[in-house]
Each structure stands twice: as C-alpha cells, then as structure tokens.
Nanobody, 130 residues
Framework: QVQLVESGGGSVQAGGSLRLSCEYS??????????IKWFRQTPPGTEREGVA????????????DYAASVKGRFTISLDHPKNTVYLQMNSLKPDDSATYHC?????????????????WGQGTQVTVSS
C-alpha cells in the first residue's frame, strides 16, 4: 500500500519558518522517476492551491516549480535515502495558513497546475498568526 505521510505543521507568528516533511513509500510504475507535489487547502473541501512540485529521477531531481505566491519564500527539496520531500517555508504570512498535503502524480503529469493525483496524504495544519 502506497503511503504519503506529512508532518511538521504547527502554529507560528508571521515572519516565522516551518519545515514540512512528506515521507513516501515506493509506488508502482517508474520507480526511478517520481513526481511529488505540495498543495494546500483552506478550509477543507475548498479549492486546492498547488504550492511546489519536484520531478525526481533516481536519487536526484530534474526540476522544481513554485506558485508565484510562495516563490522566494518556500523551497522544496529531496532526501532520497529517507524517501522524504521537504517544504521549507520562510517568511510565513497569515495567508499561508492552510492544511498542506503532499501528493504523488504520474510522471507525464508532473506540472504544478496538474491535479492528476495518484495518492495523497492526510495533510498537516499550518497556522500563521499576525
């Protein structure tokens, strides 16, 4: 059973930082290539906003992309031995408050705008106070 498990959420003041983690198990298909995306949703059931995406090949990555709203503040990265994708969030704003999810996408859908999720996690809550 494929799993993606998010962690690292919490409550911070504006200007603070958090690092989210997405630990993923191996999933079928092209094991050597994966696509992991972070999206956020607030409140639950509303539109999902793509935040960052990473195109992984073997133990490295080909490309990353970010939403305009987070570019320069958020960084997505990979720890291959730990099967973990991180989202470092700096200079947080109250508008960043949301439930953050990570999701796996097919390799041919590896775009920030794609919502063709194969699997996704339960999410981790981020709250930024002013």
């Amino acid at each position: 059973q494929v799993q993606l498990v998010e962690s690292g959420g919490g409550s911070v003041q504006a200007g603070g930082s958090l690092r989210l983690s997405c630990e993923y198990s191996e999933y079928s298909g092209t094991v050597s290539r994966k696509c992991i995306k972070w999206f956020r949703q607030t409140p639950p059931g509303t539109e999902r906003e793509g935040v960052a995406i990473i195109d992984i090949v073997y133990d490295s990555w080909l490309s990353v992309d970010y939403a305009a709203s987070v570019k320069g503040r958020f960084t997505i990265s990979l720890d291959h031995p730990k099967n973990t994708v991180y989202l470092q969030m700096n200079s947080l704003k109250p508008d960043d408050s949301a439930t953050y999810h990570c999701a796996a996408l097919p390799r041919d859908s590896c775009r920030l705008s794609s919502t063709n999720y194969i699997y996704w996690g339960q999410g981790t809550q981020v709250t930024v106070s002013s």
